[in-house]
């Protein structure tokens, strides 16, 4: 499985960004899709997972409301609308896929948000 993350950059402090997720190779034994993010000298965290069977996404407390994880139906890719964004949200991040054996990371996509 190949993640490939894009749409990052830099935003003011409330202002939007939608990041892209996608994904190629075995897909079809991928069951989680998730977003994480890691801030300079901070360990990465969870942001928001969406599970490929169906079921409410979830969303770290920090982000809720203002963040929103999809799927496109039509190409698989996972998108993370970021609304309200703020200088804390700054960081890099990552789009991970849950194989069966295994975790798939993509490379990461900077996300800086200025006060």
């Known amino acids: 499985v190949q993640l490939v993350e894009s749409g990052g950059g830099l935003v003011q402090a409330g202002g939007s960004l939608r990041l892209s997720c996608a994904a190629s190779?075995?897909?079809?034994?991928?069951?989680?899709m998730s977003w994480y993010r890691q801030a300079p000298g901070k360990q990465r965290e969870l942001v928001a997972l969406?599970?490929?069977?169906?079921?409410?996404?979830k969303y770290a407390d920090s982000v809720k409301g203002r963040f929103t994880i999809s799927r496109d139906n039509a190409d698989g890719t996972i998108n993370l609308q970021m609304n309200s964004l703020r200088p804390e949200d700054t960081a890099v991040y990552y789009c991970?896929?849950?194989?069966?054996?295994?975790?798939?990371w993509g490379q990461g996509t900077q996300v800086t948000v200025s006060s």
């Open positions: 969406i599970i490929s069977g169906g079921g409410r996404p």
């Open positions: 190779g075995s897909t079809n034994s991928i069951s989680v």
């Open positions: 991970d896929a849950l194989g069966v054996l295994r975790n798939y």
